[in-house]
């Protein structure tokens, strides 16, 4: 069980550990690459779903392929930016850290399920006869719930304390050049 004890101490460690040691800058892949697995994933189950139903019209399979490029584009950004912050962190202190080490549980949990919305949804909504535009509405509004749910629920660690102690230390590096 994470405590507010636990993540004071292991903020203060890392206020310690990167006044002594430089922020990693993390190479563009690693950042990028879960991205664009994600994309990968909507755009194939898009494809599985509308592509080869041969009751879809060509509309609603480029309107699902358009939708899925789309989250996928999002799905990105928003993995990529999460991941260049968790990866400047100096190497040592990510592995050691109970905090960070339940965060990444937790954010795979939440991923493994906004991936599988999309997938059951797409293949639901497609053999159902469901409109492309009418699923990925419901896709849309579930993802979008699922990750109101995490923020709220990542939310209560204080994440705000840890990305400022981490940017004012980036920003104190930058003044002293």
């Keep these: 069980m994470i405590t507010n004890k636990i993540i004071r101490e292991e903020v203060d460690e890392l206020k310690i550990l990167l006044s002594q040691e430089e922020l990693n800058i993390p190479s563009f892949w690693n950042c990028i690459w879960p991205g664009l697995v994600c994309m990968i994933w909507f755009l194939l189950s898009s494809y599985l779903s509308y592509g080869i139903n041969i009751h879809s019209a060509g509309l609603e399979r480029m309107g699902a392929m358009i939708f899925a490029g789309a ?35 937790k954010c795979k949990i939440y991923g493994t399920v906004i991936l599988l919305f999309f997938l059951c949804f797409s293949f639901c909504g497609s053999y159902v006869n469901l409109n492309a535009i009418a ?41 002293l050049i």
């Design 135 to 175: 699923c990925s509405i419901m896709i849309f509004f579930s993802i979008i719930l699922t990750i109101m749910v995490m923020n709220i629920d990542l939310g209560r660690y204080q994440l705000a304390t840890l990305t400022s102690v981490i940017e004012s230390f980036k920003k104190n590096k930058n003044n």
């Design 71 to 105: 989250m996928g584009v999002f799905s990105i950004i928003i993995i990529a930016n999460t991941r260049s912050l968790f990866l400047s962190l100096p190497d040592s202190f990510r592995r050691k850290s109970i905090f960070f080490r339940f965060l990444s549980n």
